[in-house]
């Protein structure tokens, strides 16, 4: 298995351009998740997925849309890029909610100008 | 709200030490908790789950505790190495929040030969 990957693994933007972060897992999960991570401020919920079609806001959602269209991919959109969203970005996924042991990706380092 | 605090923030060790990573959290009501190690550039690797009905888990040289009635757990690494030097990072699941994880800071850890 490869796990859960992410894909780029940096970027750089300007303010106001958009992309996506991709994240996929192959291990048939249904939980899958986003985090950033900011110095002082440790790792913070984004956006949740408990399966396909359903997707539910985090902590910290603004700025920031996702979807769900299949158990294997949970890609994250930048709308409209905001030196504030300098981050690294990781994806997680686990079997289910619950009490089950969740696994990261390697992250994704995002700067934007 | 949860909140997670690890102690200390920074700790550095000659190689062949016993040590103590402290992890606190404000809501007793857990699924679970979760030990990461953390390599700089890096993403999170999931070191030790402990359920909320277990007091203690084991991997190699690794040993994580739960005290959910006092907020406490610790990780205690044996015999340190060189190649343990890392930032670790400890996490909560709440029964209100899903599969949210609730990360502290991290103790960043560095073991000199």
């Known amino acids: 298995n490869a796990g859960v990957t992410q894909t780029p693994k940096f970027q750089v933007l300007k303010t106001g351009q958009s992309m996506t972060l991709q994240c996929a897992q192959d291990m048939n999960h249904e939980y899958m998740s986003w985090y950033r991570q900011d110095p002082g401020m440790g790792l913070r919920l984004i956006h949740y997925s408990v399966g396909a079609g359903i997707t539910d806001q985090g902590e910290v959602p603004n700025g920031y849309n996702v979807s769900r269209s299949t158990t294997e991919d949970f890609p994250l959109r930048l709308l409209s890029a905001a030196p504030s969203q300098t981050s690294v970005y990781f994806c997680a996924s686990s079997y289910s909610t619950g009490v089950n042991e969740q696994y990261f990706g390697p992250g994704t380092r995002l700067t934007v100008t | 709200k949860q909140e997670v605090t690890q102690i200390p923030a920074a700790l550095s060790v000659p190689e062949g030490e016993n040590l103590v990573l402290n992890c606190s959290f404000t809501?007793?009501?857990?699924?679970?908790l979760q030990w990461f190690r953390q390599d700089p550039g890096k993403g999170l690797t999931s070191l030790l789950l402990?359920?909320?009905?277990?007091r203690e888990q084991t991997s190699g040289r690794l040993n994580a505790s739960l005290d959910k009635s006092s907020g406490r757990s610790t990780l205690y690494i044996a015999a340190s190495q060189p190649g343990d030097s890392a930032t670790y990072l400890c996490?909560?699941?709440?029964?209100?929040?899903?599969?949210?994880?609730?990360f502290g800071e991290g103790t960043q850890l560095t073991v000199n030969p």
């Open positions: 996490a909560v699941k709440a029964w209100v929040s899903g599969s949210r994880l609730t």
């Open positions: 402990i359920q909320s009905s277990q």
């Open positions: 809501d007793s009501a857990i699924y679970n």
